[in-house]
Every structure is written in structure tokens, then in C-alpha cells.
């Protein structure tokens, strides 16, 4: 048995298939964006605060 086709104005309903997708996706960025933008906040950070101390203490 097939699913049916929806008529018009409707849209067709998400599968288990789509959904499974959909967070191995979400996921999957989070996982490569977390880490990056750890380490940006990390090096600007140390930057800023080594240019501060230059700035400051000469």
C-alpha cells in the first residue's frame, strides 16, 4: 500500500525519513561550528588581552 497523494493545498507529510535527516544534519553542524568558534573566541581573547597589556604597560 502506498501513501497518498495529497491534492491540492496540501503538503505532503514528513517522513521518519526526513526527520532522521533533518537531525543528523542539525547535528552534524553543531558538532563542526561548536569547536570552531570556541577557538575564535579563544584566540581574539588572548589577542586582545596581549594588546591591552602592550598598550598599557609601555
Known amino acids: 500500500m502506498t501513501a497518498p497523494i495529497p491534492g491540492p493545498g496540501r ?3 514528513t517522513t521518519g525519513a ?3 535527516t533533518s537531525t543528523l544534519v542539525t ?3 553543531t558538532v563542526a561550528v561548536v569547536p570552531l568558534t570556541a577557538a575564535l ?3 581574539t581573547s588572548t ?3 596581549a594588546v591591552e597589556r602592550a ?3 609601555r
Request: hydrophobic share 50%; charged share 5%.
Open 18 to 20: 526526513n526527520a532522521r
Open 47 to 49: 589577542t586582545w588581552s
Open 27 to 29: 547535528v552534524t553542524v
Open 11 to 13: 503538503a505532503p507529510s
Open 41 to 43: 573566541y579563544v584566540i
Open 55 to 57: 598598550v598599557l604597560y
